[in-house]
Nanobody, 125 residues
Framework: QVQLVESGGGLVQAGGSLRLSCAAS????????MGWFRQAPGKEREFVAS????????GYADSVKGRITISRDNGKHTVYLQMNTLTPEDTAVYYC??????????????????WGQGTQVTVSS
């Protein structure tokens, strides 16, 4: 299994930027596809972005495409989520998760086996 720890969340003004990080330990990090999900109060957890084991393949929710970039550094066992032009609708707890390599194109939480504890992102008007 793999342990995941998110960091980088905080309070930011609308239009600002944040970069979230997810550090992995345990089984080989490069053997997992990685995803970012978010959950706002009273809402279901939703897909944000995903990335293949090598980093060459990525996928994004339509709501964030063009504003958010997922990347990974397998040498550092870390996946990143660069978020730009943030709006209050981006306010949520952000989670990183690990999945079988075949599921990097999946947008379902059910395909991800391991989850971090989440990091809070709050965007003010």
């Amino acid at each position: 299994q793999v342990q995941l720890v998110e960091s980088g969340g905080g309070l930011v003004q609308a239009g600002g930027s944040l970069r979230l990080s997810c550090a992995a330990s345990g089984r080989t990090f490069s053997g997992y596809a990685m995803g970012w999900f978010r959950q706002a109060p009273g809402k279901e957890r939703e897909f944000v972005a995903s990335i293949s084991c090598s980093g060459s393949g990525t996928g994004y929710a339509d709501s964030v495409k063009g504003r958010i970039t997922i990347s990974r550094d397998n040498g550092k066992h870390t996946v990143y989520l660069q978020m730009n032009t943030l709006t209050p609708e981006d306010t949520a707890v952000y989670y990183c998760a690990a999945a079988d390599p075949a599921y990097y194109v999946s947008r379902s939480t059910d395909r991800y086996d391991y989850w971090g504890q989440g990091t809070q992102v709050t965007v003010s008007s």
